[in-house]
């Protein structure tokens, strides 16, 4: 009985496929020239201005990197719980594990985006800042922004230019928080720009005066990583690397 619905619906979908190259060709064999191909101006008062502002200021991307789809209803509830925002959000769903986030308020647009990583269940949200109504590629989905910790690095040592140096390893800097701990507390703490595509750093290397140290890294609210390739968002199950 199955097989025979599965064979239905293959002849259907055959039979669609087959109109819509007919109507292709059909466009083919048209020769004469459209007579009004002028094209037409797009002006600023064709444009939501105000739909694009909104997106702008209250939109975001997010790309789960999980396996399954996730119940939208569920993630809603956990994301809610998690976020604590002073108004609500809209998700939309856009397919390709991508979703469209819409928030009431700049604050808990801002929250959300400089309070990451985040998480659904495990799997990591990867959020990116949308400026036009079109979905992304979701590979363009792929920095995060994470604490990390210089451990041992002396406090002479922590200012705003080592920690440019060492994000410099990283893809960037986005804060130092020179206000860390006193000086006998043993680290630097920095907000660190950083791909999922690269491996997780264990340590930096500094060569002081001909002295190499080694400086262990720690990670903040580390989200899930392999422990084969040392990429965040996949366990070492999943390692297509
Ligand atoms: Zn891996």
Same mark, same amino acid.
């Given at each position: 009985?199955? @097989?025979? $619905? ?5 002849? @259907? ?14 466009? =083919?064999?048209?020769?004469? $020239? ?11 008062? *064709?444009? *939501? ?21 996730? =119940? ?7 994301? !809610? ?33 400089? $309070? *990451?990583? #985040? /998480? ?8 990116? @800042? ?11 989905? /792929?920095?995060? =922004?994470? #604490? ?26 986005? #804060?130092?928080? =020179?206000?860390?701990?006193?000086? #006998? *507390? ?8 950083? !791909? ?37 968002? /996949? ?7």
């Amino acid at each position: 009985m199955e @097989a025979r $619905e599965e064979a239905i619906k293959d002849t @259907a979908t055959s039979k669609e496929r087959q109109t819509t190259m007919e109507l292709e060709n059909q466009l =083919n064999q048209i020769t004469l $020239e459209d007579e009004d191909d002028e094209p037409l101006e797009v002006e600023d008062s *064709d444009v *939501d201005v105000l739909l694009m502002e909104a997106v702008r200021r209250l939109g975001l991307i997010g790309r789960l990197l999980a396996e399954k789809e996730p =119940n939208m209803k569920s993630m809603k509830i956990a994301l !809610s719980k998690a976020w604590k925002l002073k108004k609500g959000f809209q998700i939309t769903e856009l397919g390709d594990m991508l979703f469209a986030f819409q928030f009431l308020d700049m604050d808990d647009r801002n929250k959300v985006c400089y $309070e *990451d990583p #985040w /998480h659904y269940e495990n799997s990591l949200i990867v959020f990116k @800042a949308s400026t036009t109504i079109q979905k992304p590629k979701p590979e363009d989905l /792929h920095m995060i =922004n994470l #604490w990390i910790r210089v451990e041992g690095l002396p406090a002479e040592m922590r200012t705003q230019k080592m920690a440019e140096k060492i994000a410099s390893r990283f893809e960037g800097l986005d #804060w130092f928080d =020179n206000g860390a701990g006193t000086m #006998w *507390d043993d680290y630097m703490r920095l907000r660190v720009y950083m !791909s999922i595509n690269n491996p997780l750093k264990k340590k930096i290397k500094l060569n002081n005066s001909g002295q190499l140290v080694e400086y262990p890294i720690k990670y903040e609210k580390l989200p899930m990583f392999c422990y084969s390739c040392g990429r965040i968002g /996949h366990p070492k199950l999943r390692c297509k690397v």
